[in-house]
């Protein structure tokens, strides 16, 4: 029988949140937006987290998340449809 792991959550969880800022720089976000993004999305980053042996939803996808919000409220700012 295997051994019970223990995981280290809040070295998970950073982890988790530095993948995320990596995609968001990765996705030509600057780096003061980027760190605006994860202090003003740190909720939605929390439940994408959910547990420290597999998240929710991939940091990947969370910052393609964020990305979208941010040019969202953007293109609101200047009248434009949203995506």
Known sequence: MREKQNIDVVAAYDA???DI???LLALKITNKVAIALMKRDEQRINEAFGSAKIP???PQVVARMMVE???NDLGSLYGQKKI
């Open 69 to 71: 919000n941010y040019w």
């Open 21 to 23: 800022y990596e995609m």
């Open 56 to 58: 929710i939803i991939t």
């Open 16 to 18: 988790y949140k530095n």
